[in-house]
T-cell receptor
Framework: DAKTTQPPSMDCAEGRAANLPCNHS???????VYWYRQIHSQGPQYIIHGLKNNETNEMASLIITEDRKSSTLILPHATLRDTAVYYC??????????????FGQGTILTVHP | DTAVSQTPKYLVTQMGNDKSIKCEQNLGHDTMYWYKQDSKKFLKIMFSYNNKELIINETVPNRFSPKSPDKAHLNLHINSLELGDSAVYFC??????????????FGAGTRLSVL
C-alpha cells in the first residue's frame, strides 16, 4: 500500500473551512484515496473516497491533484463536532492486501469557537 | 438499528483467562474485519473475512482466533490473555468488491483491560 503523510495537527475556527492535506507520492494507478475520521472514544467513520476525480458528498469534498500524488479533504463549514483525528488512507485493488486499511497517525483537527 | 454491533462494550479480566468478543452486522456486507487500537492510539488490522473465508491475517499471536459462523457474524476469541492484549478492539464490515465500494463501517469498540 502507498504510504501517506499528513500533518500531525491542525486548528480551525468554527464555521470556517478546514482543509486537510495528504501526500501519497507513491500511489499507483489502481489505488484509491479514502478518508476516515475518529472522534474521541468512537469507532472510525468513513468520510469520502476517490480515484482521480474530485468528489463531494454531504460531509466533505475531496480534491485530488492531477498527478494523484496528493489530495486535500475539505470540510466546508467546520463545527465543534468535527474535532477528531482524520486519516488519509491509500488502499490497493488487488492481492492479499485487498481492502486493507492501514491507518497512520492521522491529523488531529481541533475546531475552536 | 445499530449497523455494526459489538459485545461486550467493556471487558475486564485477569491474565491467563480466555475471552470472546462478538460482532454482528446487519448491513448485508460480505466482508468483516477486526482491528486493534493500542494505548498509543495506533489502529491496526488483525483479520478480515470474506464470505466466511479468511483473507487477511496479519502478524497476530495464534492465541487470537477469529471465527465467522456466517457472513453477518465475526467473533474474536482470545486465549491466555496477556497484559499487552489490553486495547480497544473494533469490528468493521464492508462489501469486499469492487474496491470503489469498500466503505468500512465500524462498531463502537470493545475496551479490553487485562489485569
Amino acid at each position: 500500500d502507498a504510504k501517506t503523510t499528513q500533518p500531525p495537527s491542525m486548528d480551525c475556527a468554527e464555521g470556517r473551512a478546514a482543509n486537510l492535506p495528504c501526500n501519497h507520492s507513491t500511489i499507483s494507478g489502481n489505488e484509491y484515496v479514502y478518508w476516515y475520521r475518529q472522534i474521541h472514544s468512537q469507532g472510525p467513520q468513513y468520510i469520502i473516497h476517490g480515484l482521480k476525480n474530485n468528489e463531494t458528498n454531504e460531509m466533505a469534498s475531496l480534491i485530488i491533484t492531477e498527478d494523484r500524488k496528493s489530495s486535500t479533504l475539505i470540510l466546508p463549514h467546520a463545527t465543534l463536532r468535527d474535532t477528531a483525528v482524520y486519516y488519509c488512507i491509500v488502499i490497493t485493488a488487488g492481492g492479499t492486501s485487498y481492502g486493507k486499511l492501514t491507518f497512520g497517525q492521522g491529523t488531529i483537527l481541533t475546531v475552536h469557537p | 438499528d445499530t449497523a455494526v454491533s459489538q459485545t461486550p462494550k467493556y471487558l475486564v479480566t485477569q491474565m491467563g483467562n480466555d475471552k470472546s468478543i462478538k460482532c454482528e452486522q446487519n448491513l448485508g456486507h460480505d466482508t468483516m474485519y477486526w482491528y486493534k487500537q493500542d494505548s498509543k492510539k495506533f489502529l491496526k488490522i488483525m483479520f478480515s473475512y470474506n464470505n466466511k473465508e479468511l483473507i487477511i491475517n496479519e502478524t497476530v499471536p495464534n492465541r487470537f482466533s477469529p471465527k465467522s459462523p456466517d457472513k453477518a457474524h465475526l467473533n474474536l476469541h482470545i486465549n491466555s490473555l496477556e497484559l499487552g492484549d489490553s486495547a480497544v478492539y473494533f469490528c468493521a464490515s464492508s462489501y469486499g468488491q469492487p474496491l470503489a465500494k469498500n466503505i468500512q463501517y465500524f462498531g463502537a469498540g470493545t475496551r479490553l483491560s487485562v489485569l
